[in-house]
């Protein structure tokens, strides 16, 4: 079968948005989960400043989150606009 | 080229037999290298204790080494197989059973290794508990050695598959991929069921009274570690034995092998994630048994908030091999499959750990202050929303490849 260099852009893109997307995902969860066991660690020495660190837990979490939706965007980027 | 397909089917063969007994060496060799490590450090602390401790560290590696028997026997068999006029496709289910058994003994060596080592630190510690160490030990180790058992099945079941007047397209990628599902699935829950097995251990030399409870939450904290590994065998069953003649080979193929690698993939970083936070629970009771109660509580909502990552990758891998597909040779038709699949394997991986990890803290904090378990319950579940996103992420993008491109 004769691949078309359309067809051919059109599967790399394809195939670089399931890894962008997959191993994208990888380490903001793995750092907002670290994030989230050292706030309810203080919080749990600490309960009366719960509402403090449930803010800066949150907080640092959407600057871990970044790079996830970095790679969400390229993801979609590749899927539906290049 | 005057090569018979027979030729072929040892040489995949051949292939599958090292990768079998490669992989499984790894973890086998690391869990008792820890073991004995450990070991050494108990004898240093008290080395009157030496018989003991030495019995203890043979029966613990014993059972580590287990998964890499298996993995030996595996590639034995494959390698001693008989050949003679099989077809091609029997080489590619050859090759799937030598990844299911070596990747699957690749977490249960060195989760076994744990309790070991725990083991003959604790008998060092508190020789009078030796007995019940031992036991615990083994219970511990051998929920450890399940997955790579599973693993054993899938390849014994590749091995004498009956596939007489079956096409090599697409049922390759269905045996290989049956394989490849089994063998990942594994990984994460034989390393995860490993973590409440030392903990539990180490909590039982520290607090001999608190045993019950401490064995009871490591067995319910490693059945739910397990989980993963079932929801692997569930789509290497449906690999194995559902009906691939009337689907187009082309692009189908593709989407069995995503199908695989979606459930496989992603029940590595739940299956450890589940590890972790039991483990943490076992540590917390043996500190404060009275905490049971919310301890163990928390642990089974942190585990199954983990959990649902690899739901989302079974729940992939079930559109992969159950929506039907327009038969179509084309480039992007088939590569949006796999792409799917993997997209979905590789972002199951982190946020299982890390909701896992979120969890672990949690049931510690808990462990030292139970008054606080409602308000700690409930920040977690926030901060695993947050943390579980990516995973969504990865979801939405792994069905709009099926769906919507």
């Given at each position: 079968?004769?691949?078309?260099?359309?067809?051919?852009?059109?599967?790399?893109?394809?195939?670089?948005?399931?890894?962008?997307?997959?191993?994208?995902?990888?380490?903001?969860?793995?750092?907002?989960?670290?994030?989230?066991?050292?706030?309810?660690?203080?919080?749990?020495?600490?309960?009366?400043?719960?509402?403090?660190?449930?803010?800066?837990?949150?907080?640092?979490?959407?600057?871990?989150?970044?790079?996830?939706?970095?790679?969400?965007?390229?993801?979609?980027?590749?899927?539906?606009?290049? | 080229?005057?090569i018979?397909?027979?030729?072929?089917?040892?040489?995949?063969?051949?292939?599958?037999?090292?990768?079998?007994?490669?992989?499984?060496?790894?973890?086998?060799?690391?869990?008792?290298?820890?073991?004995?490590?450990?070991?050494?450090?108990?004898?240093?602390?008290n080395p009157?204790?030496?018989?003991?401790?030495?019995?203890?560290?043979?029966?613990?590696?014993?059972?580590?080494?287990?998964?890499?028997?298996?993995?030996?026997?595996?590639?034995?068999?494959?390698?001693?197989?008989?050949?003679?006029?099989?077809?091609?496709?029997?080489?590619?289910?050859?090759?799937?059973?030598?990844?299911?058994?070596?990747?699957?003994?690749?977490?249960?060596?060195?989760?076994?290794?744990?309790?070991?080592?725990?083991c003959?630190?604790?008998?060092?510690?508190?020789?009078?508990?030796?007995?019940?160490?031992?036991?615990?030990?083994?219970?511990?180790?051998?929920?450890?050695q399940?997955?790579?058992?599973?693993?054993?099945?899938?390849?014994?079941?590749?091995?004498f598959?009956?596939?007489?007047?079956?096409?090599?397209?697409?049922?390759?990628?269905?045996?290989t991929?049956?394989?490849?599902?089994?063998?990942?699935?594994?990984?994460?829950?034989?390393?995860g069921?490993?973590?409440?097995?030392?903990?539990?251990?180490?909590?039982?030399?520290?607090?001999?009274?608190?045993?019950?409870?401490?064995?009871?939450?490591?067995?319910?904290?490693?059945?739910?570690?397990?989980?993963?590994?079932?929801?692997?065998?569930?789509?290497?069953?449906?690999?194995?034995?559902?009906?691939?003649?009337?689907?187009?080979?082309?692009p189908?193929?593709?989407?069995?092998?995503?199908?695989?690698?979606?459930?496989?993939m992603?029940?590595?970083?739940?299956?450890?994630?589940?590890?972790?936070?039991?483990?943490?629970?076992?540590?917390?009771?043996?500190?404060?048994?009275?905490?049971?109660?919310?301890?163990?509580?928390?642990?089974?909502?942190?585990?199954t908030v983990?959990q649902?990552?690899?739901?989302?990758?079974?729940?992939?891998?079930?559109?992969?091999?159950?929506?039907?597909?327009?038969?179509?040779?084309?480039?992007?038709?088939?590569?949006?499959?796999?792409?799917?699949?993997?997209?979905?394997?590789?972002?199951?991986?982190?946020?299982?750990?890390?909701?896992?990890?979120?969890?672990?803290?949690t049931?510690?904090?808990?462990?030292?202050?139970?008054?606080?378990?409602?308000?700690?319950t409930?920040?977690?579940?926030?901060?695993?929303?947050?943390?579980?996103?990516?995973?969504?992420?990865?979801?939405?993008?792994?069905?709009?490849?099926?769906?919507?491109?």
């Open positions: 079968m004769a691949i078309e260099g359309a067809q051919l852009v059109r599967a790399a893109a394809f195939m670089a948005a399931g890894l962008c997307m997959g191993i994208g995902a990888i380490g903001p969860a793995v750092g907002e989960g670290f994030a989230a066991g050292k706030a309810l660690e203080a919080m749990g020495k600490n309960p009366k400043e719960a509402g403090l660190l449930t803010r800066t837990m949150l907080v640092g979490q959407a600057v871990t989150e970044s790079t996830g939706i970095y790679s969400l965007v390229v993801a979609l980027l590749l899927l539906f606009v290049v | 080229m005057g018979s397909e027979a030729l072929w089917v040892q040489a995949l063969a051949y292939i599958g037999a090292g990768l079998c007994i490669g992989f499984g060496a790894i973890s086998v060799a690391l869990g008792e290298g820890y073991a004995a490590g450990k070991a050494g450090e108990a004898l240093g602390k009157s204790m030496n018989g003991p401790i030495l019995k203890n560290m043979l029966i613990g590696q014993a059972v580590a080494e287990s998964a890499g028997i298996f993995a030996l026997v595996v590639s034995m068999m494959l390698i001693f197989l008989d050949t003679e006029g099989s077809k091609l496709l029997q080489g590619f289910a050859y090759l799937g059973a030598g990844l299911s058994m070596g990747l699957s003994a690749t977490g249960s060596g060195l989760g076994s290794g744990f309790p070991a080592a725990e003959c630190q604790g008998i060092a510690d508190n020789p009078p508990t030796q007995g019940n160490l031992a036991t615990n030990m083994l219970i511990g180790s051998a929920l450890c399940t997955p790579s058992i599973f693993g054993m099945v899938v390849a014994f079941m590749l091995m598959l009956d596939m007489e007047g079956l096409a090599l397209w697409p049922h390759w990628a269905a045996y991929g049956a394989g490849l599902c089994m063998g990942l699935a594994a990984i994460g829950s034989g390393l069921s490993g973590i409440p097995a030392g903990t539990c251990v180490r909590g039982i030399a520290r607090q001999p009274g608190a045993m019950a409870g401490l064995r009871t939450n490591m067995l319910v904290g490693s059945a739910v570690t397990q989980t993963p590994a079932i929801f692997g065998m569930v789509v290497a069953f449906l690999l194995l034995f559902m009906d691939w003649t009337d689907v187009p080979p082309w189908a193929w593709a989407g069995l092998i995503g199908a695989a690698l979606s459930t496989g992603a029940a590595i970083g739940p299956g450890l994630g589940n590890g972790l936070t039991a483990g943490e629970a076992c540590s917390s009771i043996a500190r404060t048994p009275e905490t049971q109660g919310p301890v163990t509580t928390t642990m089974l909502i942190g585990q983990a649902s990552t690899t739901i989302y990758g079974f729940l992939v891998s079930l559109v992969l091999l159950f929506v039907p597909v327009a038969p179509s040779e084309a480039l992007d038709a088939w590569v949006k499959l796999l792409a799917a699949g993997l997209c979905m394997g590789f972002g199951a991986l982190g946020p299982g750990l890390g909701v896992g990890l979120a969890a672990a803290y049931v510690t904090r808990i462990g030292r202050d139970a008054s606080q378990s409602k308000l700690l409930r920040v977690m579940l926030v901060s695993q929303a947050v943390a579980e996103s990516t995973g969504i992420y990865a979801l939405i993008i792994a069905l709009l490849l099926l769906f919507v491109v």
